[in-house]
């Protein structure tokens, strides 16, 4: 057999053999769950890092998404992304790597989504588009534009006694039922942006079709992104669909567009995140949250206090 075959044939069998290791599954570090408590899932055996995504499996073969939210000694607390169901003891729970991530494009214009970036209404399966990482950027100060230009919001109210800047971020704080919804409609119709996220997190799942129905109008529609996670949702997947309205806003403002990004409500938030330190039944994730979010937004806790007052604890 001459050099050049040998050498030929030798290539041709450890291409095969390379090629071959593909089909081999590739042995993976997994561990077990040992305790559900309502939404908290208990789990042991492996070395799970703080907001690692894992997946849980079930008894029909599934697997569920849950994130690590907290851990003690060895037992890591999970909680799920979605309901639960078809859970077992000794289930295997299995770490992914990576931050949690979406693929926006410009085919989220004119959708509503949920907090997995998932096309929950009635139109096209989305595909492809650039991967984010869900986490937030942090930036530059020195970058950040000045707010020098003022804002139409089309209410004259707003724009002649409290003017709103282009870049600014603004709270809208008032108590239940007295019209922040509608005030917040009001804007989305009225404001020039090229593009439009609305986020309707933990609120009235109706709500969700009423803000749509009343304050898109067809134009408005084309270019606005809804991402919903009404109460109903877990709180994991709250949260995750605030970040997601984030980065989708961020998404769009890198791209030189005009962003108007409106959220309702900032208090669900807080309560999503209240939720999961109480299920982690630790009294310093709550005072380590009161203090987060007492600097940030006063009267969410002023209203906590004025009810604890109230009924005298
Ligand atoms: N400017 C207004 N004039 C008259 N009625 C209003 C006005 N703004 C809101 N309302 C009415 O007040 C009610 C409550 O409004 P909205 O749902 O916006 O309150 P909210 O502050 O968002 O409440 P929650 O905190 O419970 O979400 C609605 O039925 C709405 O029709
Ligand atoms: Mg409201």
């Known amino acids: 057999m001459s050099k050049a075959l040998a050498h030929e044939l ?16 590739i042995a993976r570090v997994t561990g077990r769950l040992i305790k559900v408590n309502g939404l908290m899932l208990q789990a042991v055996g492996c070395r799970f890092k703080l907001e690692q995504r894992c997946l849980v499996e079930t008894a029909e073969g599934d697997m569920i998404e849950a994130q690590v939210v907290g851990f003690e000694h ?5 909680m799920p992304i979605r309901r639960l169901g078809g859970l077992f003891a000794g289930a295997k729970v299995i770490p992914l790597e990576g931050d949690s991530t979406v693929q926006i494009s410009s085919q989220w214009l004119g959708r509503v989504l949920n907090g997995q970036g998932e096309a ?9 588009g650039e991967r984010v990482s869900l986490e937030p950027k942090s930036i530059n100060p020195l970058k950040r534009r000045p707010v020098d230009s ?3 919001v089309g209410v004259r109210a707003i724009n002649g006694l409290l003017t709103i800047g282009k870049g ?16 917040m409609g009001m804007i989305t119709k009225n404001t020039e942006a090229d593009v439009i996220v609305v986020g309707l997190i933990g609120e009235r799942g109706r709500e969700v079709r009423e803000f749509i129905e009343r304050n898109l109008t067809p134009d408005a529609r084309k270019k606005a992104i809804v991402i919903a996670a009404p109460a109903d949702e877990s709180p994991l997947m709250r949260l995750r669909a605030t970040l997601l309205c984030h980065r989708a ?3 769009f403002r890198d791209q030189g567009k005009d962003v108007l990004m409106l959220m309702d409500s900032l208090t669900r938030y807080a309560m999503a995140q209240r939720e999961i330190a109480l299920s982690l039944g630790e009294r310093l994730h709550l005072v380590v949250i009161r203090r987060r979010y007492s600097a940030c937004y006063p009267s969410y806790w002023k209203e906590r206090e004025m009810v604890k007052t109230k009924k005298g604890a």
Not at 74 to 78: K, W
Not at 120 to 128: A, L, N, Q, S, T
């Open 168 to 183: 600014q971020r603004i709270g809208l704080m008032a108590g239940s039922g007295v019209g922040k919804s509608v005030l």
């Open 150 to 152: 003022p804002l139409d």
């Open 10 to 25: 030798l290539s041709e069998r450890m291409s095969e053999a390379i090629a071959s290791l593909d089909s081999v599954p």
């Open 249 to 251: 806003a961020e998404y």
């Open 120 to 128: 929950i209404d009635d139109g096209p399966e989305i595909k492809g």
């Open 74 to 78: 060895n037992v890591a607390f999970l």
